[in-house]
């Protein structure tokens, strides 16, 4: 008997000890994760003309910090920014020089792209807007307090693109501590570009765009820092797969998706598991991630306190368990009586489990009814106190007045008169006296 009651207490105990683990067995609340990265693609292209210096000024009045471009290389070897490999989409090559077809940017000299309208096929506000040097681009994206995401386009068409364009990041001062520690990340489709511009610049951060096989994920973490997918094709298993992998700085690797711009998409994937997003509606898609990131806050808060208040629902349930057992290990042992035989009604042991639990609950409501009873006393006795210390704050004054009534009354000719012999006034008890009682 004493052992299985024994039994009882250490388990009511373990309980109790176990509260702060079992507390999260309620329920799964995931964690909040920040506010995910929004990289405006190609500048901020719903509001200008993409990769323009009017671009990223656009998407600086937006807010939007982080900015996508392109770099290609003109047939005199200049490097600049533009995402096709012809000038036909977003220039007036074709008109200003009719004969040139097909307008491909390695058959043009610099001089010859600076001439060029890349503003009006957008719009007739943006006339006149040009081709920017990537020399121009960098000292505007740092002028405005920008960050870049800079991708090397088409590298096997231009050979040794990577070396010179490692040598202009560095002659430009994009190479130093600063940029390369959170303001600088090179991308390309490329992986084996990608591979040599970390060994010319290992403290660079660098991406690889498309979606490798996850068993080449950790050969490639060798070289890379970030995973920079198709976003039509991203799941929370391949998100999964990605952040398993620590990549050459030692984190794990970070994965971005593109293109992005519906909002309800965007707060999708970062509930998959994206850390970042490339969109042409940058602001859009932030303020919905934002709004999404609050609202995952409240649920969080909310989830928390409903944990809180269950574990202290069972905290109380356990408390009753070790008191029941307490009280059973203390009290006296019945006399014995013999053995009776048992009724044919009588229940087996192994159908008592639930009488056992009846008789938890109901101790677990004694003791909330006692802990209330010693609740309601105490606060009655500070009542009382409150009471008694007023009363004892009650003047001496009003004592000494009543006296000396009470003297000069009996000491008023008429009272001498009829009683020759003055008897003394029989005391009279002080009013704090009656209050404290």
């Given at each position: ?41 190609r500048g901020a292209p719903a509001h200008a003309p993409e990769n323009t210096l009017a671009s990223i000024d656009a998407a600086r009045r937006l807010g939007v910090t982080w900015v996508e471009n ?311 006795s500070r009542s009382a106190g409150t009471r008694q210390s007023a009363a004892h704050r009650t003047p001496a004054r009003h004592v000494s007045l009543r006296s000396a009534r009470v003297h000069h009354f009996a000491d ?26």
């Amino acid at each position: 008997m004493r052992i299985r009651l024994f039994a009882v207490l250490s388990g009511a105990v373990l309980a109790l000890s176990a509260l702060p683990l079992s507390a999260a067995s309620f329920g799964h609340v995931s964690a909040v994760r920040p506010v995910v990265l929004t990289i405006g693609h190609r500048g901020a292209p719903a509001h200008a003309p993409e990769n323009t210096l009017a671009s990223i000024d656009a998407a600086r009045r937006l807010g939007v910090t982080w900015v996508e471009n392109d770099v290609q290389r003109t047939k005199d070897g200049r490097l600049i920014v533009m995402h096709d490999a012809t000038l036909v989409r977003t220039t007036d090559a074709r008109r200003r020089y009719p004969g040139r077809s097909p307008w491909r940017i390695a058959d043009f000299t610099l001089a010859d792209i600076e001439r060029l309208d890349a503003g009006s096929w957008y719009d007739k506000r943006f006339a006149g807007e040009r081709v920017p040097t990537l020399d121009a681009y960098l000292r505007r994206v740092d002028h405005n307090r920008q960050d870049l995401l800079l991708e090397i386009k088409d590298p096997r068409r231009y050979p040794g693109m990577v070396e010179q364009l490692a040598a202009r990041l560095r002659a430009d001062g994009w190479l130093d501590r600063a940029h390369q520690h959170g303001r600088l990340m090179v991308q390309s489709f490329d992986a084996g570009a990608v591979k040599r511009f970390h060994r010319l610049s290992p403290a660079t951060v660098t991406g690889l765009l498309g979606n490798p096989p996850r068993r080449d994920l950790a050969a490639d973490a060798g070289w890379l820092d970030s995973v920079n997918a198709d976003a039509a094709h991203l799941t929370r298993s391949y998100a999964d797969a990605v952040h398993a992998v620590r990549g050459d700085h030692g984190v794990p690797l970070r994965l971005y998706a593109w293109t992005v711009d519906d909002p309800d998409r965007a707060v999708a994937l970062a509930g998959l598991g994206a850390d970042g997003v490339i969109t042409d509606r940058a602001d859009v898609v932030r303020a919905a991630l934002a709004r999404a990131a609050r609202t995952a806050r409240s649920r969080a808060a909310v989830a928390a306190h409903a944990v809180r208040s269950r574990s202290a629902a069972h905290a109380t349930v356990a408390e009753a368990s070790v008191a029941e057992a307490a009280d059973a290990l203390v009290a006296p042992a019945p006399r014995t009586r013999p053995a009776a035989a048992p009724a044919a009604h009588a229940v087996p042991a192994a159908r008592s489990a639930p009488a056992r639990r009846a008789r938890v609950r109901r101790a677990a409501a004694r003791h909330a009814s006692l802990r209330s009873a010693r609740t309601h006393r105490s606060a009655a006795s500070r009542s009382a106190g409150t009471r008694q210390s007023a009363a004892h704050r009650t003047p001496a004054r009003h004592v000494s007045l009543r006296s000396a009534r009470v003297h000069h009354f009996a000491d008023h000719p008429a009272h001498r008169n009829s009683n020759p012999t003055p008897r003394t006034p029989a005391p009279t008890r002080p009013r704090y006296v009656a209050a404290a009682r």
